[in-house]
């Protein structure tokens, strides 16, 4: 059985990503894997999180970022110079078991081993980080529905820990400068550590390569079908424009 593979080169809106990623876990039949980018930038939030709590709404604002409600849960999360995942899969399948941990554990295997192809020494961190040399470069979250696993994830082709910050509230402004530079000795991203820019095709491919051999599959390319676009604008529609801002 080959996986779908469905490649967004062109950028979505955070509305339509979530809206997509949504559609494509009702209609899962095969496991399917996507691979895209953002524009305009994107703050996503939790799933149970409180946006006024959490963001900046007006420097979201001033500075063209969109903000977007997943229906996973986890913290919030900058979407800008990075590729990012999904992975859609019925909880019973011959890859891993539905156990959460070990779900997570196969699904960032996966990402490791396109991590690896550049040359780079990745690890896993319980339940859902990947590191490279003591640094977080990818992060992820899953929501079940149905059966199906959704399972999208973050990895950082390039990294602004500054404009990250100036879009989230802290607690005490004083504290502002030590939260970014603890944040710039925890967080990576590819460019930093091949000290080279490699650009998102390059990145998709090794995602690519990486799912394939972990998972021991072949890939059948495929595109969205007409009933998961017109699904995927529904959604996006009635749930993510509508429920977004809300808490």
Same mark, same amino acid.
């Given at each position: 059985?080959? %996986?779908?593979?469905?490649? #967004? $080169? ?7 990503? =979530?809206?997509? @990623? ?23 939030? *939790? ?8 963001? @900046?709404?007006?420097?979201?604002? +001033?500075?063209?970022? &969109? ?6 849960? *986890?913290?919030?999360?900058? #979407?800008?110079?990075?590729? !990012?995942?999904? /992975?859609?899969?019925?909880? +019973? ?5 539905? &156990? ?13 081993? *396109? ?11 319980? /339940? ?23 399972? #999208?994830? !973050? ?8 404009? =990250?910050?100036?879009?989230? $509230? ?6 502002? &400068? ?9 967080? !990576?991203?590819? #460019?930093?550590?091949? *000290?080279?820019? =490699?650009?998102?095709?390059?990145? =998709? !491919?090794?995602?690519? @390569?990486?799912? +394939? ?29 509508? %429920?977004?801002?809300?808490?």
């Amino acid at each position: 059985m080959k %996986w779908r593979l469905i490649i #967004h $080169k062109q950028p979505h809106t955070a509305f339509e990503n =979530m809206g997509i @990623d949504a559609a494509l876990q009702e209609s899962c039949t095969v496991p399917v894997v996507r691979l895209y980018t953002w524009q305009p930038p994107a703050v996503s939030i *939790g799933r149970f999180q409180s946006l006024h709590d959490e963001i @900046d709404e007006q420097q979201c604002k +001033k500075n063209g970022v &969109d903000i977007v409600r997943r229906i996973t849960g *986890g913290g919030a999360v900058f #979407h800008d110079a990075e590729v !990012t995942y999904s /992975i859609c899969i019925r909880e +019973k399948n011959e890859y891993f078991s539905k &156990d959460l941990h070990e779900s997570y554990q196969a699904i960032c295997g996966a990402v490791i081993a *396109g991590l690896k192809k550049f040359g780079l020494e990745p690890a896993y961190i319980p /339940i859902n980080d990947i590191i490279v040399n003591g640094k977080k470069i990818s992060g992820c979250a899953q929501t079940r529905k149905k059966g199906i696993i959704l399972q #999208h994830g !973050t990895l950082l082709v390039d990294v602004d820990v500054d404009k =990250m910050f100036s879009l989230l $509230k802290v607690p005490d402004e004083k504290i502002r &400068d030590k939260l970014i530079a603890s944040a710039k000795e925890r967080v !990576t991203s590819i #460019h930093q550590q091949l *000290g080279k820019q =490699m650009s998102n095709e390059e990145v =998709m !491919t090794a995602l690519v @390569d990486g799912f +394939k051999e972990f998972f021991n599959i072949e890939f059948e390319v495929s595109e969205l079908t007409p009933k998961e676009k017109k699904r995927a604008a529904e959604i996006q529609k009635t749930v993510f424009e509508a %429920w977004s801002y809300e808490r």
